[in-house]
Structure formats: C-alpha cells, structure tokens
C-alpha cells in the first residue's frame, strides 16, 4: 500500500484559511470513509484532530475541518494561528486493520 | 488521561533484533474495543504502519513487514512490545506506540523514540 500524497508545504497568514490535501486511491480513500488527521509539533506526540473524514475529538478546536470527495481528503483550518504550525499528516483505513498514512504537510504561518 | 511511553535501546546493529516496548499509563490495555499500533517514520518518510495487537493477543502485521515482525502485549504490566529482527539500515526510524480506538483512529500516541541501525 503506498503513501497517500500530500503536498510537502503549505502557508498562510494569521486568520486566513489553508487546505491541505490527501490524495489517495480507489482502494484507499476512494473505499474507505474512514479518515483522520494528525498534527504533529516538534517534541510532541502526534494529536488526533479529525477523525472518521470531519469529526473532531473533545477538545479539538472547531477551526478544524475535514471532507472528502472520490479519492482525496481534505483538511482546513481556519483562523490560522501561530500555534497551528505543524506537521500534518492524514490517515486512510484500508481494511483487515490496516491503515495508510500521507507523506506529511509543513504548516508555516506567516 | 492516558500517557504511552516508548522506550528501548537507540542504537542496533544491523542483522540483529530490534525490541521496544511501549508502556500504557492512566487506563488499562485490557480495554474493550481498542488496539494498541506501532507506528514508524524514517528520516524523510512517511508514517508507517507496523503492525497492531488486541489484548486478547489477536494481531495484524504489515505484509511488508510480516516475516521479521512480533507484537505482544502483557496486560500484568500494560506494556505492549515490538520485535523487529534482522535489521538494516532502512529499519531507522522514529518508532511510535499508538492507541487505534477503532478504524485507524490513533488518539493517543507516545512521542517515539529514535532508533539507529549502525555498526
């Protein structure tokens, strides 16, 4: 199973919006709705913050969205804060428990 | 709230066994409904997907990964231990022990640990 491809970087200033994209397959995210995202800060464990395509766990800003249309997720926050730099990473489940991960974004904010 | 915690030697020579263990504090690993993953990311890679065990012992392991891989769980010390043999360089990696409360949602993660395949 390979990757899910996410782009490498993406930026924004303080309270605009960004989206970051997951492109998968037909046998992964085309299949499944079964998404989540994670952000992942340096010296930190990655944090869930969506989960089953657009549901947030307790605790998880509602800045915070996800969707998803064929073969791509996606992820958008808006409001972009300083503290919302990150890496994020999106997850497709692909049955007989088994999961695959994207290759990672670089969230800068301006 | 529950707190994993990965740890086992940073450095491993390669053709040997890589062993981990992943300690589960703040609730019980004999949970109903929730598997417990291992979770690896080379330098400059991609989330991996190891492998993951129910307390029952029930596990699932990566094709990629199967023939060199053992996940166990003792549930007497909430631990959950990875064993990775024969390893080479394209073992190092981040490992990371993480809770999947159904589907592939990991809500609890530790925050990895460095291991280095060298001689």
């Known amino acids: 199973q390979s990757a899910l491809t996410q782009p490498a970087s993406v930026s924004g200033s303080p309270g605009q919006s960004i989206t970051i994209s997951c492109i998968g397959t037909?046998?992964?995210?085309?299949?499944?709705?079964?998404v989540s995202w994670y952000q992942h800060q340096p010296g930190k464990a990655p944090k869930l913050m969506i989960y089953?395509?657009?549901q947030r766990p307790s605790g998880v800003s509602n800045r915070f969205s996800g969707s998803k249309s064929g073969n791509t997720a996606s992820l958008t926050i808006s409001g972009l804060q300083a503290d919302d730099e990150a890496v994020y990473y999106c997850?497709?489940?692909?049955?007989?428990?088994?999961?695959?991960f994207g290759t990672g974004t670089e969230v800068t904010v301006l | 709230q529950l707190h994993l915690q990965e740890s086992g030697p940073g450095l491993v020579k390669p053709s040997e066994t890589l062993s981990l263990t992943c300690t589960v504090s703040?609730?019980?690993?004999?949970?109903?409904?929730?598997?417990w993953g291992w979770i690896r990311q080379p330098p400059g890679k991609a989330l991996e997907l190891i492998g993951n065990?129910?307390?029952?012992?029930?596990?699932y392991y990566n094709p990629s990964l199967k023939s060199r891989v053992t996940i166990s769980v003792d549930t007497s010390t909430n631990q959950v231990s990875l064993k990775l043999s024969s390893v080479t360089a394209a073992d190092t990696a981040v490992y990371y022990c993480?809770?999947?409360?159904?589907?592939?949602?990991?809500?609890?993660w530790g925050q990895g640990t460095l291991v280095t395949v060298s001689s």
């Open positions: 993480a809770r999947d409360r159904d589907y592939g949602n990991f809500d609890y």
């Open positions: 703040g609730g019980s690993i004999s949970s109903n409904s929730f598997y």
């Open positions: 065990i129910y307390y029952t012992g029930s596990t």
């Open positions: 037909s046998t992964d995210l085309g299949s499944y709705s079964l």
């Open positions: 089953e395509v657009s």
């Open positions: 997850c497709s489940y692909v049955g007989s428990r088994s999961s695959v």
